[in-house]
């Protein structure tokens, strides 16, 4: 069962109310869906509550890990690498890749990659102590964190990012193609 043991997740949502309520739509994206990232993630995506993984959802996502750490270990600022990576290496467990915001302590809401399975988030990308080696792997629970997504199909972000990479972020590098996201929604 999903649940909100802190209010981190109201402060994401607040500020991605502000944002669309806000900030006026520049005349270049007049009739487009939505008009900027805040307003796509928060119209077309949803929150992403911590929840415990089952026994078999760990067990899945541990054996996608170590999969995609035999090839190349975790990186800090790697997150939409390390997400798609996941997603690719995951299409069995049903690993599905989500972009939005995340809001932890101490930090803005800021874009960011991860991937859920049935829906409980699984972020490969996490810092909580400056000292740390190697990046926090969440696997469904979290606290002082809120995760707000859109869950974007397996081919399109395959296709995005050319299949072997360069995995990057999906919302804000899609400019070459004129942001279909944004002009068309996500389908």
């Known amino acids: 069962m999903a649940t909100r043991p802190d209010n981190t997740a109201q402060v994401l949502e607040a500020y991605l109310r502000d944002a669309v309520a806000t900030r006026p739509p520049l005349l270049s994206t007049a009739g487009w869906k939505f008009h900027f990232f805040e307003e796509l993630v928060l119209r077309a995506g949803r929150p992403y509550y911590s929840a415990e993984l089952t026994d078999a959802e760990r067990a899945a ?3 996608t890990i170590s999969m995609a750490q035999t ?5 800090f600022k790697h997150c939409y690498y390390n997400a798609q990576r ?16 995340v809001l932890g302590t101490g930090l803005p809401p800021f874009l960011h990659g991860w991937v859920t399975i049935n829906g409980k988030v699984i972020d490969p990308t996490v ?24 869950a974007l199909d397996r081919k399109y972000v395959m296709d995005r990012s050319g299949g072997d990479g360069p995995f990057v972020g999906i919302l804000d590098t899609d400019w070459q193609r004129g942001f279909p ?3 068309k929604g996500v389908t």
Do not use: K
């Not at 996941?86 to 915001?101: F, I, K, N, P, T």
């Not at 810092?127 to 859109?150: H, K, L």
């Open 71 to 75: 090839l190349d270990p975790f990186e």
């Open 181 to 183: 996201l944004l002009r």
């Open 86 to 101: 996941l997603m690719s290496l995951g299409r069995e467990a049903g690993l599905v890749y989500v972009e939005g915001y």
């Open 61 to 63: 996502v541990m054996q």
């Open 127 to 150: 810092v909580v102590r400056i000292d740390q080696q190697e990046p926090f792997v969440v696997m469904g629970t979290f606290s002082n964190r809120a995760y707000w997504g859109v």
